[in-house]
Nanobody
Framework: QVTLVESGGGLTQAGGSLSLSCAAALRTFSSYAMGWFRQAPGKEREFVAAISWRGSTSYVDSVKGRFTISRDNAKNTAYLQINNLKPEDTAIYYC?????????????????WGQGTQVTVSS
């Protein structure tokens, strides 16, 4: 059974920072693409960032320059560093794994999902 477990969410003020982690129980973690998505109340789940098995990264325009995705294959863990948080970043953040190793912005392309971690930003 594949398990992705997110951690690091919380409540912070606008302009603050958070570091999210995603620990993956995947035997071949290094071959997976990892993605971060978020879902705000009443909205659809949206792509935030992704990293390929080789380490290439991609971001949605609204977070470029503020969010950084990374991975540590030795620890089977993906990370999302979030800086200069804005109230509109408030959402549940999910990590996801895609077997092909190539990132996608579409949630349907990911096979495995974590349970999510809440990020709340006050103004």
């Amino acid at each position: 059974q594949v398990t992705l477990v997110e951690s690091g969410g919380g409540l912070t003020q606008a302009g603050g920072s958070l570091s999210l982690s995603c620990a993956a129980a995947l035997r071949t973690f290094s071959s997976y693409a990892m993605g971060w998505f978020r879902q705000a109340p009443g909205k659809e789940r949206e792509f935030v960032a992704a990293i390929s098995w080789r380490g290439s990264t991609s971001y949605v325009d609204s977070v470029k320059g503020r969010f950084t995705i990374s991975r540590d294959n030795a620890k089977n863990t993906a990370y999302l560093q979030i800086n200069n948080l804005k109230p509109e970043d408030t959402a549940i953040y999910y990590c996801a794994a895609r077997m092909s190793g190539i990132p996608s912005t579409l949630p349907s392309q990911y096979s495995y999902w974590g349970q999510g971690t809440q990020v709340t930003v006050s103004s």
